[in-house]
DNA sequence: AGTCAATTAGGAACCATTCCGCATTACCAT
DNA sequence: ATGGTAATGCGGAATGGTTCCTAATTGACT
C-alpha cells in the first residue's frame, strides 16, 4: 500500500480535504512516471510545466512540501545537490550514485532493530534515513577507473 | 583508531603535506571539545574565534572541508539545518534530535551488511548515511506531547 | 451559479556555502 | 636564522536551491 499511483495519492488528497488542481496532477504524474529517478524539484519542475502551462517553480515546491508534510512522498533532502522526492515510503537504503546522482531503492532485508535503539538510548524514532553512497553498476562499467572525477 | 585527537589530526595533516596553522588548530580544539555535539560552522567559527581572533568563515568552511575532504572528519550534510561534523568515523548511526538538533551517536550492533548489497545490485559503496530522526530523552521529557511546534 | 478557503504565479528574500583576488604565512632547504 | 614558495587566510561578492509574500484565481461544495 505504500506504491504510489495516481489515484491514490488523489484519494489521499480528498480524504485530507486538499484540492485536486491541474498543477498538481501534472506534478503528480510526473512523480509516477519518474519514479525509479527520484527526481528533484526543478526535474518536476520542467517536466510537469510540459503537461501544465505557465506552472511556477513556487507551486511545485509548494506540492510537493505538500505531500511530504502529509506523508504521501518523502523527502530526501541533500546540501549540494538538490532536494530528492520518493514515493516508496517502505523501509529502504537509497543507493546515491556519485556519477549519475541516480538513487536506487534496496529493500533491507534485515534492517537495525528501531526498538532496540529506543530502549537503550530513550531516543524516540519518527523518522529514518539509510543511505549508501557510491557508484552503480553502470557507472563502474563506463570506465577502468571510478575515483576521477 | 578512528577516535580524534588533536595530536592525531596534527598528525594527519603532516602527513599529507598540509600545513598547521593556528586558524587550523583553532578549529580542531572546537571541533574536539564539542565532539559531542557535532558541530555546525557557524558554530565551529563562533567558538574558534575566541581562540584565534580575525578567523574568518570562509577560512573555517575551507578548513572543515579540508579535513573532510581527507577523510579526517566527516561532514553531515542536511538541508534545513546547516552541515555538520563528526570526528567519529566508525560505521554508526546518527541519532538527530527534531527539537534541539542534537547529534547522539548509536553504535549499530550488526549493521546491515555492505557486502551484499554490492553482490546485489552492483553497486560500489564508498560511504554510508545512517540516521534515525526523532526526539531525544531530553526533549521528550520537557513536554507530554512532542509532535506540536 | 455563488461562496470561501485553498491554491497559484511571480518575484523578492533568505542563507548556508562557495568563489575570487590578493595579502600573509608555515614549511623546507640552504 | 634566512629566504623562497606554495599553501593558506581574509573579506566580500556571488551562487543557487528553497522559502516567503501578496494579489489574483480556482476547486469543491451547496
Same mark, same amino acid.
Given at each position: 500500500?505504500?506504491?504510489?499511483?495516481?489515484? /491514490?495519492?488523489?484519494?489521499?488528497?480528498?480524504?485530507?480535504?486538499?484540492?485536486?488542481?491541474?498543477?498538481?496532477?501534472?506534478?503528480?504524474?510526473?512523480?509516477?512516471? #519518474?519514479?525509479?529517478? #527520484?527526481?528533484?524539484?526543478?526535474?518536476?519542475?520542467?517536466?510537469?510545466?510540459?503537461?501544465?502551462?505557465?506552472?511556477?517553480? /513556487?507551486?511545485?515546491?509548494?506540492?510537493?512540501?505538500?505531500?511530504?508534510? #502529509?506523508?504521501?512522498?518523502?523527502?530526501?533532502?541533500?546540501?549540494?545537490?538538490?532536494?530528492?522526492?520518493?514515493?516508496?515510503?517502505?523501509?529502504?537504503?537509497?543507493?546515491?550514485?556519485?556519477?549519475?546522482?541516480?538513487?536506487?531503492?534496496?529493500? %533491507?532485508?534485515? $534492517? %537495525?532493530?528501531?526498538?532496540?535503539? $529506543?530502549?537503550?538510548?530513550?531516543? /524516540?524514532?519518527?523518522?529514518?534515513?539509510?543511505?549508501?553512497?557510491?557508484?552503480?553498476?553502470?557507472?563502474?562499467?563506463?570506465?577502468? /577507473?571510478?575515483?576521477?572525477?
Amino acid at each position: 500500500m505504500t506504491e504510489i499511483t495516481k489515484e /491514490s495519492i488523489i484519494k489521499q488528497l480528498k480524504e485530507r480535504g486538499l484540492k485536486v488542481t491541474p498543477q498538481r496532477l501534472a506534478i503528480i504524474e510526473v512523480l509516477i512516471e #519518474h519514479r525509479q529517478l #527520484h527526481p528533484g524539484a526543478r526535474f518536476v519542475y520542467e517536466e510537469a510545466k510540459k503537461k501544465k502551462r505557465g506552472l511556477s517553480l /513556487s507551486t511545485v515546491y509548494a506540492t510537493l512540501g505538500e505531500l511530504s508534510r #502529509h506523508g504521501i512522498i518523502k523527502t530526501l533532502q541533500f546540501d549540494q545537490i538538490e532536494n530528492r522526492y520518493e514515493g516508496n515510503l517502505e523501509q529502504h537504503i537509497n543507493l546515491i550514485c556519485e556519477k549519475c546522482k541516480k538513487i536506487l531503492d534496496y529493500k %533491507v532485508p534485515n $534492517a %537495525v532493530d528501531q526498538r532496540r535503539v $529506543a530502549k537503550k538510548t530513550g531516543f /524516540s524514532i519518527t523518522d529514518t534515513r539509510l543511505e549508501y553512497y557510491g557508484y552503480c553498476r553502470e557507472c563502474l562499467g563506463e570506465e577502468g /577507473s571510478k575515483g576521477g572525477e
